[in-house]
């Protein structure tokens, strides 16, 4: 009963460690955001976007709530313009993508 216990305070502060942003999280939705979308939007805290009609990423919780892009980013990302491509990441990456965007709010 006692390591029952134990291991469920183990699983209650991993899970809260993993829900709390760090800078780990931030930089890997740095990196995949060089990776995936740094061709055409700015994904730094100054500067235009490389695409003209690609927003900033700096300015994207002006025009959205960042947490409102979740179930884009899980489902896929479809804009009215045909230059973006569509990407879907798994929930990991997504956590990593939003904590990121939250960063540079």
Same mark, same amino acid.
């Given at each position: ?30 990196? *995949? #955001? ?7 939007? !700015? ?6 976007? @490389?695409?003209? +009609? ?18 884009? *980013? #899980? ?7 045909? !230059? ?6 798994? @929930?990991?990456? +997504? ?11």
């Amino acid at each position: 009963m006692r390591v029952s216990f134990v291991a469920a305070l183990g699983l209650l502060a991993l899970a809260a460690v993993r829900a709390t942003p760090s800078q780990a999280n931030i930089q890997q939705g740095r990196n *995949l #955001a060089r990776l995936y979308c740094m061709k055409c939007h !700015s994904i730094d805290k100054v500067g235009p976007s @490389p695409l003209r +009609i690609a927003p900033p990423f700096r300015t994207l919780h002006e025009r959205y709530p960042i947490e409102s892009l979740q179930e884009a *980013l #899980a489902e896929g990302i479809v804009t009215g313009h045909p !230059s973006m491509p569509e990407f879907q990441f798994d @929930p990991d990456q +997504i956590n990593d993508l939003l904590q990121f965007l939250k960063s540079l709010e």
